[in-house]
């Protein structure tokens, strides 16, 4: 119902456009989310935002250099990443959720995830 896709191999200082389909049943009034997880790492969080398409939000890490954003004609979240970093390593997940809180536990609904390599 969720699938990620757009990952590849970047250079450090590139840029990369993850995009997640959304099928199978409607997501209104839910709040989609990107989050990653790195090697040996936790899944955290990255970047949310209102099925309506407002109140996006970020993690620290990912401020002011992603943007999350919405087609509704396509159904589709995408994920707008520049200046990529080596630290931005990771397989990054698309998910949805019907709480107000965007938590790793909490979403209701996970895509498989896309890898996207930082090089140095």
């Known amino acids: 119902q969720l699938q990620a896709s757009g990952g590849g191999l970047v250079q450090a200082g590139d840029s990369q456009r993850l995009s997640c389909e959304a099928s199978?049943?409607?997501?209104?009034?839910?709040?989609m989310a990107w989050f990653r997880q790195a090697p040996g790492n936790e899944r955290e969080f990255v970047a949310a935002?209102?099925?309506?398409?407002?109140?996006?939000f970020y993690s620290d890490s990912v401020r002011g250099r992603f943007t999350i954003s919405k087609d509704n004609a396509k159904n589709m979240v995408n994920l707008q990443m520049n200046s990529l970093k080596p630290e931005d390593t990771a397989v990054y997940y698309c998910?949805?959720?019907?709480?107000?809180?965007?938590?790793?536990?909490?979403?209701?609904?996970w895509g498989k995830g896309t890898l996207v390599t930082v090089s140095s």
């Open positions: 199978g049943r409607t997501f209104n009034f839910y709040q």
């Open positions: 998910a949805a959720t019907r709480r107000v809180v965007v938590t790793t536990a909490g979403m209701d609904y």
């Open positions: 935002i209102r099925w309506s398409g407002v109140s996006p």
